[in-house]
């Protein structure tokens, strides 16, 4: 069975309140296919949220709690 993967992203600005849990952002992918890493797609993702959040100072991205990155 596929993994699912779900990445947490709470985006930080300068000047603002930090984020209420409601307002954490969550990133989810059905799983490994076609061959590809789980690596592979968790920097994928990475990339996406870096592309969506590209005005905010600080991007923090977990899974299942644990800091992946800060970007």
């Not at 984020?19 to 490994?32: A, I, Q, R, T, V």
């Not at 990475?46 to 592309?51: L, R």
């Amino acid at each position: 069975m596929e993994e699912e993967i779900i990445l947490e992203v709470i985006p930080i600005e300068i000047g603002e309140m930090y984020p209420s849990k409601e307002e954490h952002w969550y990133f989810k992918n059905d799983g490994l296919k076609n061959g590809a890493s789980r690596e592979f797609l968790i920097d994928y993702m990475k990339q996406e949220i870096k592309e969506k959040f590209e005005d905010c100072k600080a991007i923090i991205v977990l899974e299942k709690g644990k800091v992946l990155d800060i970007l």
